[in-house]
């Protein structure tokens, strides 16, 4: 390589893994343009060339948890000749899963560009018809949405559209993982039944003791879903609340987490996975993970693909993204970056609902990187950003 919830299922709250969760990798996706943060990869694929039907996994992480479900990647497609990815996912979360999809391929060329989702779509668009990009791989939705507002992407076929639930996808794109926002809790001074499953709520009843990243941009995709839900007035008044009860302000997400383990605050506002990195290093950290239902507090973003416009050999490109959501990709992802696999048959990390058990608000996900208004709403609050 070239350099949800079903009916009658109570999922008010759900306490993180306190067992060891055996993954090297550690997330650090910021949630607006880029993949921030450190991981690492002990060793390399183990699934050969999956000609014999079986599920290979890659990288580190495999202790203790059995082979996922889905589609392997030797039921799919086989993957012959160029292509050219432009992802706004690091390189050093997913560069292990994209080489490996390569090696499968004997006769299958892959070149990676990486940089920042804005960038890339920036990229394409100046490019115009002389972009190599057959493959825009995003960190987020509002750039995917982005590129096929501009008519920069080709509508995706209804084999690959199916394979997710409607609310992470488009004719035009996919999501490929997902990272849901949660409350993480301190366990040593409350249990489930003491969270609320109102977002709206926790200024209130956690005055004095919650913590927040206000500058990091899943922060604020996170008060922005609060404003398309609740209004501007509403938000408003939420934002003033939490400045009025006293909220601690943390540098990013896993930081407000670290807090909660240390004692230092009861509750926070961040995405799930920084839960689980806290409990990677600490199985028996305090933190537990609490989930509101159907509002801002359980906003799920994506992580997707779409075929740009420019593809060579659009069927390619197509078959590349189905192996983002085969059995090993969607393992990698769950044990590897602690997101959430896309694909239902695939587990995430830790004892959190499925994907499917998720209440997830309706929203269009492309309207979160809408984060002017938000910004400005969270000065006239009172917050720093």
């Known amino acids: 390589m070239t350099n949800y919830l079903p009916d009658g299922v109570d999922r008010r709250q759900f306490l993180a893994a306190t067992g060891a969760l055996g993954v090297a990798g550690l997330a650090g996706c910021t949630g607006d343009d880029t993949d921030g943060g450190s991981g690492n990869s002990s060793d390399g694929g183990d699934g050969g060339d999956g000609g014999d039907g079986s599920i290979g996994q890659i990288g580190s992480g495999r202790e203790g948890r059995g082979a996922p479900g889905g589609i392997p990647m030797a039921e799919m497609p086989d993957l012959e000749g160029e292509l050219t990815v432009y992802s706004g996912r690091g390189e050093f979360l997913v560069g292990e899963l994209v080489e490996y999809i390569e090696d499968q391929y004997d006769d299958f060329d892959l070149t990676v560009r990486y940089a920042g989702s804005t960038d890339l779509v920036n990229q394409i668009l100046n490019e115009g018809d002389g972009s190599p990009a057959d493959v825009f791989y995003s ?209 995430p990390i830790g004892d959190l609902p499925t994907i499917d058990e998720l209440d997830v608000p309706d929203i269009d996900l492309t309207e979160l990187s809408d984060l002017e208004p938000t910004i400005d709403l969270m000065r006239e609050a009172g917050v720093e950003v």
């Not at 990195?277 to 359980?298: E, H, K, M, Q, Y």
């Not at 973003?301 to 993204?321: K, P, Y």
């Open 139 to 347: 960190v987020n939705a509002g750039s995917l949405g982005t590129l096929a507002g501009e008519g920069r992407s080709q509508a995706l076929s209804s084999e690959i559209t199916d394979m997710v639930r409607s609310e992470f996808r488009t004719e035009q794109w996919i999501g490929t993982s997902g990272r849901a926002r949660t409350v993480p809790y301190n366990t040593g001074e409350f249990s489930d039944d003491d969270l609320p499953d109102d977002i709206m709520a926790y200024p209130e009843e956690f005055a004095g003791s919650l913590g927040w990243a206000p500058s990091y941009g899943s922060c604020q995709a996170f008060i922005t879903a609060m404003r398309l839900i609740e209004g501007e007035e509403a938000t408003l008044a939420w934002l003033e609340s939490v400045v009025e009860a006293g909220i601690s302000s943390y540098p990013d997400e896993f930081a407000a987490c670290q807090a909660i383990a240390d004692g230092e605050i009861d509750a926070a506002f961040t995405n799930h996975y920084y839960i689980q990195r806290v409990l990677d290093g600490n199985p028996d950290a305090s933190i537990g993970t609490a989930f509101t239902s159907g509002d801002a507090g359980a906003v799920f973003n994506v992580a997707g693909a779409a075929v740009v416009d420019t593809a060579s050999d659009a069927t390619l490109a197509e078959n590349f993204i189905r192996h983002l959501l085969s059995a090993e990709a969607q393992d990698y992802f769950a044990r590897s970056t602690f997101e959430y696999p896309l694909i239902p048959d695939v587990e």
